[in-house]
């Protein structure tokens, strides 16, 4: 099975877990890195977008907003299944940053919640700080 994982996540391979599966990588082989991948996709006049599971942890508000609906469901199921007291995890466990369950998680822009954005807004000097 060839497996797309980059020089710059080597400590990402491992064998396949069952036994007629034999994981190569291709682009470890060629010495082939994230940016070199992005660079090759540019050329040939493809997008680049960052790649991530559904449900990373890892993700920005942004990434959280892109989601599909589908996406999203999934991503918010993952996250509801892992706070469940029988999946043997000491704790809470939580897929988005804020700590709290994602269905709850409000992923508006500060400027769409209503904050003023003080540095792009040119002070006149005529509150006296």
Known sequence: MWVGISTDEAQRMKPARVKYIVNTWPLIDRG???????AWLKSHGW???KSSCIGCPF??????????KEEFEDACIVDEAIRRPTNGIIGQQFVH??????REVDFR???EAGQIDMFNNECEGMCGV
């Not at 082939?32 to 992005?38: A, L, M, N």
């Open 32 to 38: 082939v890195s994230r940016k070199d991948c992005i």
């Open 47 to 49: 997008d680049a977008p």
């Open 59 to 68: 993700h920005s508000n942004n990434e959280w907003r892109a989601l599909t």
């Open 97 to 102: 940053r804020s700590l709290i369950p994602l």
């Open 109 to 111: 822009t500060a400027e």
